[in-house]
């Protein structure tokens, strides 16, 4: 079965600092991948996907993630964070029947001035 | 503006007394679903619809019903809910399997 696993539930940045959160996968075929963010009282939103080709992706508001097979992991990064980058994030695979996004628990990212 | 919209934002409710969700998109998009979201587990899909009278179960699906009579909607019911259903409850459609979903604002659940 496709699985998510973040292994940090927390992390602490300071702000400008770089940033690396971490997501490893499960899934028998090319997953097709996705992160997702979540401010305080809001909804998901998308930040960046991947579904073939280059494994490195840009996304929304300065993130990239890198998409390794052999290592099974697609890790978020962003250069200098900002205090507004304060949420929690999700990483998440598609499940082979297409219906359903497995989601990771989550990593809840803290921005230290 | 392309969105998915949920009703109420937010809702208490006590055990038993039924109550129903809405979710409705403008994007045309064929594939809707539920989602609840609990700490330390994330979201769990509870039911999908891949198009207007086509329904199926996700992975937590009991205590819950839904419909889709119209391809724009999708409503959440829960005939008889118990304290075990107070979560965050997320809608999210896409326009065909396997793409990236997007998700309405949230419902917050709370059964006494």
């Known amino acids: 079965a496709q699985s998510v696993t973040q292994p940090d539930i927390h992390i602490t940045v300071s702000e400008g600092a770089s940033l690396e959160l971490r997501c490893n996968y499960s899934?028998?075929?090319?997953?097709?991948l996705f992160w997702y963010v979540q401010s305080p009282g809001q909804g998901l939103q998308l930040l960046l996907k991947?579904?073939?080709?280059?494994?490195l992706v840009q996304g929304i508001k300065g993130f990239e993630a890198e998409f390794k097979r052999s290592q099974s992991s697609f890790n978020l990064r962003k250069p200098s964070v900002h205090w507004s980058d304060a949420a929690e994030y999700f990483c998440a695979v598609n499940d082979q029947a297409g219906t359903a996004l497995i989601f990771g628990k989550g990593t809840t990212l803290s921005v230290s001035s | 503006e392309a969105q998915v919209t949920q009703n109420p934002r937010y809702l208490i409710t006590v055990t038993g007394k039924k109550l129903t969700v809405t979710c409705s998109q403008n994007m045309n998009h064929e594939y809707m679903s539920w989602y609840r979201q609990d700490p330390g587990l994330g979201l769990r899909q509870i039911y999908y619809s891949m198009n207007v009278e086509v329904t199926d179960k996700g992975d937590v699906p009991e205590g819950y019903k839904v419909s889709r009579k119209e391809k724009r909607n999708f409503p959440l019911i829960l005939e008889s809910p118990s304290p075990n259903q107070t979560s965050l409850y997320f809608c999210?459609?896409?326009?065909?399997?396997?793409?990236?979903?997007?998700f309405g604002p949230g419902t917050r659940l709370t059964v006494t």
């Open positions: 999210a459609s896409t326009f065909t399997s396997g793409y990236e979903q997007y």
């Open positions: 899934y028998g075929a090319t997953p097709y």
């Open positions: 991947y579904f073939s080709g280059d494994t």
